[in-house]
């Protein structure tokens, strides 16, 4: 986590790998926030249910 916050833009964005694609900076970042939710415990609800075997 402390890796993200660290690569996190002033905007609070993510660079993609190729920082002219947009496309990339918001795949980036999209990935990021994800990421940072199962970090917090707070994962998708299809992972909630695997997790209590339903």
């Known amino acids: 986590m402390a890796q993200l916050l660290r690569r996190q833009r002033p905007d609070g964005s993510w660079a993609g790998i190729r920082s002219e ?11 990021a926030v994800a990421i940072l939710q199962l970090c917090l415990g707070h994962p998708p609800h299809y992972l909630k249910l695997d997790v209590l075997g339903l």
């Not at 694609?21 to 990935?31: C, R, V």
């Open 21 to 31: 694609a947009k496309a990339g900076d918001s795949y980036a970042t999209g990935l």
